[in-house]
């Protein structure tokens, strides 16, 4: 399983990137797909999901109507964009899929991009 982030910066508030993820060695339609972050001094945190057959998603409360994450499975990417951005979304960013075997749950996570929001 390989996952590569990109599309990651400095941006001013109120402003916008899209975040990528490239993935490969795995069935990509076939898993559920997620954005996390993690900023200095705090725990990760899932910031959306998407699911693998119906797509549905869901969001932390904190960006809800600022971020949309969806895929392509032809392309076996996974975007995050992100609007309105705020300081407080400064983190970096991190591409993670999973698999369950019995009741253990394998994570995979990508190298990260750094997202700074900043005047």
């Known amino acids: 399983v390989q996952l590569v982030e990109s599309g990651g910066g400095l941006v001013q508030p109120g402003g916008s990137l899209r975040l990528s993820c490239a993935a490969s060695?795995?069935?990509?339609?076939?898993?559920?797909m997620s954005w996390y972050r993690q900023a200095p001094g705090k725990e990760r945190e899932l910031v959306a999901r998407?699911?693998?057959?119906?797509?549905?998603?869901n969001y932390a409360d904190s960006v809800k109507g600022r971020f949309t994450i969806s895929r392509d499975n032809a392309k076996n990417t996974v975007y995050l964009q992100m609007n309105g951005l705020q300081p407080e979304d400064t983190a970096v960013y991190y591409c993670?899929?999973?698999?369950?075997?019995?009741?253990?749950?394998?994570?995979?996570w990508g190298q990260g991009t750094q997202v700074t929001v900043s005047s």
């Open positions: 993670n899929t999973y698999r369950w075997s019995g009741v253990i749950r394998y994570n995979y």
């Open positions: 060695g795995f069935i990509f339609s076939n898993y559920d």
């Open positions: 998407i699911r693998s057959a119906a797509g549905t998603t």
